[in-house]
């Protein structure tokens, strides 16, 4: 009997916590310092068990892996590391639904002498992306074909019917995470040329992108998409671009939020004594008489444009103050989009994938080939996110414990033994992609 343990009880631990308790005979172990909503998962079955973790708790940590077969990481990304060393020490495999950071990498050679499996990238962004392209990329190879354009998009946004704030967006947990997303810089390959996105141009740099079955979207792109060419194995690519799929007029919106000012993490500000209008008024130094008006005139734009407007529904036009204290800008914006941009009970999010490729054979022939996710959360139930994040994860612990992903070192979900089963095994859960086929 396996006993497989679970670190993290967060909001996307549910769907991994059910499927490895309905669908298999396996123990589980979920550890959280939260030990609540552990025990909420686990609710009463019998070859589970809830039990309270502080994970910067060295000696505890290293208890209760001890006991464990895999080990399954659902913890914020930072602790990782700290958990694949201990997992090495102890002789555990391990499973993470996170990018592969260099510290991870240079675990690879020691993974492997001790015959562990140290599985990363195994969610949906990253993960159902790296399977689903994988599934195409080599199909082509097989029928003597070569990738020379790989285009990928993913969003998780409200579903048409939950989507009903004029920011077209919601969270489902902190959006600092996605606020700092928006700081980062990105590159990518058009035409054999290095197109290089700087951060403060990120906004600026997008395009409108239909999808079949979800609709049309804005594009822009998702930090470095060049390692991917080595990580697919498509050298012979002339494009590879990864981008980010948002509503219409985020992008335009997001790039005044960011000339505003409101990702500003250095100037701090006493919450205490100022209103949310009082902070915007000394950031664009206003009077703050006719804020709307003043801010409209620092960014050149129209005061009645759609981005004036959504300011002034999410509060930032307002005399109330928020319980901050001493805190940045942007700290205040991410408190007030986390208050206003959420799924009320009932609502559902959308998870849209979709890759478009281009495929050159011997004959010259050229292929196009897209393959499109879209997928829907349950009402009063799981999210869209929860299940494509975490089902992936639940998936090849199975196999690994099962005996049927026999690997060792530290790897992504890019080799046919990992994802045909658990593209297979998400088909069966209606989590599954549609291709189309077009000879150019």
Known sequence: MQNILVLGAGFVARPLVRYLLEKTDLHLVVADIRVNQAEKLIAGHPRGKAQKLDVNDQQALNAIISEADIVVSLLPWIFHIKV?????????????????????KALDGEARKRNLLFLNEIGVDPGIDHMAAMKVINDVKNRGGKIISFYSYCGGLPSFQSNNNPFGYKFSWSPVGVMLAALSDGQYLKDGKIVKVPSEQLFQHYWFKDIPDAGTFEAYVNRDALPYIDLYGIPEAQSMYRGTLRNISHCESWDYFKKLGLFNRETQYDFDQLTVRQALAQSVKSSGKNLAKDVAEFLGIPQHSVTIKKLEWLGLFSDRKVPLGQASIFDMFAHLMEKKLVY??????????HHEFIAEY???NKEQISATLVDTGIPYGDTSMARTVSLPVAIATRLIAEGKIRLSGVHIPVLPEIYEPVLAELEKMDIKFTERHVWL
């Not at 020490?89 to 639904?97: F, G, M």
């Not at 009320?344 to 994938?353: A, C, F, H, P, Y």
């Open 84 to 104: 694949a060393k201990t997992c090495l020490e102890l002789n555990k495999h391990l499973v993470t639904a996170s990018y592969v950071k260099p510290e991870m």
């Open 344 to 353: 009320e009970e009932g609502e559902t999010d959308m998870l849209v994938q």
């Open 362 to 364: 011997p004959n010259g």
